[in-house]
């Protein structure tokens, strides 16, 4: 792995994994380094999660290879524990796969220390498999509460410090391919269906469709629902240049559609305190920070040439994941091929 600053951006900064990467997730601790978990993309069994720290002062990376762990198939996701303990050398981090796994990470510093699985959490009640998991997100604000999303069209809440299912439900028509919470009890979904659904735990029953892809069966994606702004989603469309912005007071209609990319985006990322930023990256190899517009008034629409970017990065190769550090809200990382930039915004 190596560090190297970008000729083209001097805010850039380049590391070389021995492998694609696909998974990725910033440590939600404010010390320095930043550190990052990786998960490996090989069409195989055997995969890995490597983590790496980031000096931002003299702009190196560094391998932290007593870490590193086995992953069965690739990893979907990866999270750390949002809320970690100040202080401590131990963090707890989730993937998903063909399971829900929480491994236990102990860095001790100086690149030692060790990572150990907890956890395999299976919610099948009949055998030893799954189907398997397109995505999860961790609660916030109830952090022994994890939302994964499964191809057998569910939703599936785990109480994490039982090790047990809070609730299950049959979410959507169709595979379900994202997850995202919004309060406590509160989460959203997109899936195969073409629709955008909000779940409350208090009513299991009942759901709300908050959009529905104008052409039928266009699959959603991505979902991300702003923790700034709650009334604010994005999502993306199976194949498409577009990003659908909703407000979930006025359903059904789009706020915005960013149509800027030229070619399909991949994934995406509202900033974690400017409530109205949003990053995307795809295919065109483009990462792309976005204004998004406050709702317009009853009566007037926007301009019919659309929203512009407020800033553009260049990769060179398609983009095939993103994140915005919490803890760190001036670096966006990002994946493509064998490589992981970060970029200072």
């Known amino acids: 792995m190596e560090q190297s600053s970008s000729l083209l951006n001097p805010n850039a900064y380049t590391m ?38 980031f000096d931002e002062e003299s702009t190196v990376f560094r391998p932290e290879p007593a870490l590193s762990f086995d992953h069965p198939y ?64 961790w609660n916030e604000a109830e952090p022994r509460r ?16 039982r090790g047990a299912v809070e609730t299950q439900l049959i979410a959507h028509d169709k595979e379900v391919y994202d997850i995202a919470w919004g309060e406590a009890g509160v989460f959203a979904s997109v899936s195969a269906d073409g629709s955008v659904r909000i779940f409350d735990l208090r009513d299991k029953e009942h759901s709300t469709i908050v959009y529905e892809s104008p052409r039928p069966d266009t699959p959603l994606l991505r979902l991300a629902w702003n923790k700034s ?9 199976m194949d498409s240049n577009r990003i659908i912005i909703l407000d979930i007071r006025s359903p059904a209609i789009p706020v915005a559609e960013l ?56 990769a060179g190769a398609e983009i095939n994941q993103l994140q915005w550090s919490a803890a760190h809200p001036d670096w966006i990382g990002i994946a493509f091929e064998s490589k992981v930039q970060l970029l200072r915004v």
Not at 280 to 309: C, F, H, K, M, R
């Open 16 to 53: 070389d994994s021995p492998h694609p990467v696909y998974a990725m997730a910033f440590s939600p601790s404010v010390s320095s380094p930043l550190r990052l978990a990786l998960g490996s993309f090989l069409e195989e069994y055997n995969n890995r999660v490597d983590f790496v720290t």
């Open 74 to 137: 690739p990893a979907t996701k990866l999270m750390f524990h949002p809320r970690p303990i100040p202080s401590s050398t131990s963090s707890l981090i989730a993937s998903s796969g063909d399971f829900l796994r929480l491994w236990q990470v102990n860095h001790d510093g100086d690149g030692a220390g060790k990572s150990e699985l907890r956890s395999v959490l299976n919610n099948s009640k009949s055998s030893d498999f799954c189907a398997p998991l397109t995505s999860f997100d």
């Open 146 to 161: 994890i939302g994964t999303s499964s191809i057998d069209t569910t939703c599936t809440v785990w109480d994490i410090e």
């Open 229 to 237: 702004d709650l009334r604010y989603m994005a999502a993306i469309l």
């Open 259 to 314: 149509q800027r990319h030229r070619a399909c985006v991949n994934t995406l990322a509202w900033a974690p305190q400017a409530p109205r930023h949003l990053c995307s990256a795809g295919d065109d190899g483009q990462a792309l920070i976005w204004e998004v517009p406050a709702a317009a008034a009853p009566g007037t629409t926007l301009p019919p040439e659309g929203v512009d970017p407020m800033l553009s990065y260049s």
